[in-house]
């Protein structure tokens, strides 16, 4: 089965740029998109087709996909960006990964 | 605006079915696929499958097929996902999510507890 792979965590200063890769067999094949999840509460879509923000989802938050990755940047950490992200591709979640700013 | 709303927390015994609904609000029910996605507590997401409210069609992951069932009332907007022979391990938050923009879900239910306990 297709399996994605994240870090299990990254941890960010505030106002820095935090990086979260998402790996997967020829991932850059396929469409992937990223949550955001905070404890207690349904994830939100952050990015959808590799790239595009939905309505109300800051700039700073960026993705790409190529090759076998697919990575999601937040730019200008803030401390409300502080959760759980999850890839997802052809139906699979990554891994998660949880992102502390410090 | 578009809403996902799920019935309340269950809990079952071993081997019980165990059925979660799913009632939209706010765009077109037949128009966009259901997503069922599952959380153990702790532990990541994880995809059980699809359904199109408008002809019915199903796809279910391959660990979940023969005891997941997921159904449809187009008349009240409503979409319904079965688990059946739950076990300890089925203990999870199970969410309902609208496909759409390439992605399992561009707006989410608030979740079901469904707790298997003896």
């Known amino acids: 089965s297709y399996e994605l792979t994240q870090p299990p965590s990254v941890s960010v200063s505030p106002g820095q740029t935090a990086s979260i890769t998402c790996s997967g067999d020829?991932?850059?094949?396929?469409?992937a998109c990223w949550y955001q999840q905070k404890p207690g509460q349904s994830p939100v879509l952050v990015i959808y087709q590799d790239s595009k923000r939905p309505s109300g989802i800051p700039e700073r938050f960026s993705g790409s996909n190529s090759g076998n990755t697919a990575t999601l940047t937040i730019s200008g950490t803030q401390a409300m960006d502080e959760a759980d992200y999850y890839c997802?591709?052809?139906?699979?979640f990554g891994t998660g990964t949880k992102v502390t700013v410090l | 605006q578009v809403q996902l709303v799920q019935s309340g927390a269950e809990v079952k015994k071993p081997g019980a079915s165990v059925k979660v609904s799913c009632k939209a609000s706010?765009?077109?029910?037949?128009?966009?696929?259901i997503n069922w996605v599952r959380q153990a507590t702790g532990q990541g997401l994880e995809w059980m499958g699809w359904?199109?409210?408008?002809?019915?069609?199903?796809g279910y992951a391959q660990k979940f097929q023969g005891r997941v069932t997921m159904t449809r009332n187009t008349s009240i907007s409503t979409a319904y996902m079965e688990l059946s022979s739950l076990r300890s391990e089925d203990t999870a938050v199970y969410y309902c999510?609208?496909?759409?923009?390439?992605?399992?879900?561009?707006?989410w239910g608030q979740g079901t507890l469904v707790t298997v306990s003896s």
């Open positions: 706010g765009y077109t029910f037949t128009s966009y696929d």
């Open positions: 359904m199109n409210p408008n002809s019915g069609n199903t």
């Open positions: 999510a609208r496909g759409s923009l390439s992605a399992t879900g561009d707006y």
């Open positions: 997802q591709a052809h139906g699979v």
């Open positions: 020829k991932l850059g094949d396929k469409y």
